[in-house]
């Protein structure tokens, strides 16, 4: 079928939107942008005239794709090569979507995106229309063929099941990037208790390489041992030059909503490390260092004005 001008204005001013919810039903720009070009196929291949309304049809249309997926997605993470992550969106990302609302801007989170894998597909459904996109039960029950009180369960045992595995990490931007600041003049320092005092005593460090660069199977727990493996991060050594294959340039940025450190080499983004800072400290290190999930950062990085790197590591 070949769609005309104002069908294609009517899927081309819904992509945004779909593309936000992909992204934080999967975890994955790259995967996001295939659903939603999955979608348009479709799209294109529906008798448009009958459908009353086109966002409710291509949500759920998307919403199913995303389900496919989500099942296939738990068999391959079962054999990834240790920690999983999700692939890094940095600031100014569409894909992030809405951010107005403290409940948006946590959904898309590393910690809360980490936390939606342990939810059954249904209950990662619900929570993502309901929480970031405020989308009433009776429309995520149609889009899920269910009933309103089964989309309301979903919902709440998916909002105990984040809330139990989550700190809220609201704070003061300034503060943040305070703490940053003194994160990095720590851990330059060459020695471990001043970066223990910048942690929760629950603190935890996790490295997702993907099999493709060195990363610890297992993370790192207690404030102690969280403090050892940041100070050896940035204390040059020539294992770590060979690893990099040139000089490192560390900048402050966002990623996810969230504060964190972009590391590049040659204008090439080697690692994404967002920080959960809450009022008792640095509660996370999560650091995506796999190059497959650092693409879209890369190329997002070449096209911005980021400034002069706050730490140069030869």
Not at 58 to 83: D, I
Not at 126 to 144: D, N, S
Not at 213 to 229: H, I, L, N, S
Not at 230 to 239: D, G, H, I, K
Request: with cysteine.
């Amino acid at each position: 079928m070949v769609l005309t001008g104002t069908q294609i204005d009517l899927f081309e001013a819904s992509m945004p939107r779909l593309k936000a919810i992909a992204y934080r039903l999967l975890g994955s720009a790259s995967d996001a942008e295939d659903a939603v070009q999955d979608t348009f196929l479709r799209w294109q291949s529906a008798d448009i005239d009958r459908i009353e309304v086109p966002e409710a049809w291509l949500t759920k249309v998307l919403t199913n794709l995303c389900l496919n997926q989500l099942t296939s997605a738990r068999a391959r993470r079962e054999t990834y090569v240790g920690q999983w992550l999700p692939e890094p969106l940095l600031a100014g990302d569409p894909m992030l979507g809405p951010a107005d609302t403290v409940e948006q801007r946590e959904s898309v989170s590393f910690a809360v995106l980490a936390l939606l894998e342990r939810l059954s597909p249904d209950e990662r459904v619900v929570y993502v229309l309901r929480e970031a996109f405020g989308y009433p039960h009776r429309r995520i029950a149609e889009i899920l063929d269910a009933t309103e009180s089964a989309s309301q369960q979903l919902f709440h045992r998916a909002k105990k099941h984040i809330a139990e595995g989550r700190t809220r990490t609201e704070i003061d931007e300034a503060a943040a990037r305070r703490i940053v600041d003194e994160f990095l003049t720590a851990a330059t320092s060459g020695r471990t208790e001043p970066l223990v005092r910048l942690l929760t005593a629950d603190a935890v460090a996790i490295g997702d390489g993907g099999g493709k660069v060195p990363a610890r199977t297992r993370p790192f727990e207690g404030a102690v041992a969280v403090a050892k493996f940041t100070r050896s991060l940035f204390t040059p050594n020539q294992a770590a030059r060979n690893l990099l294959g040139g000089t490192a340039e560390i900048h402050v940025s966002y990623a996810n909503g969230l504060p964190a450190l972009v590391v590049t080499v040659d204008g090439r983004v080697i690692g994404v490390m967002c920080l959960e800072i809450t009022t008792d400290g640095i509660a996370a290190f999560r650091n995506q260092a796999n190059p497959d999930k650092l693409e879209r950062a890369t190329r997002q990085w070449a096209a911005t004005d980021h400034g002069e790197p706050a730490l140069r590591i030869n």
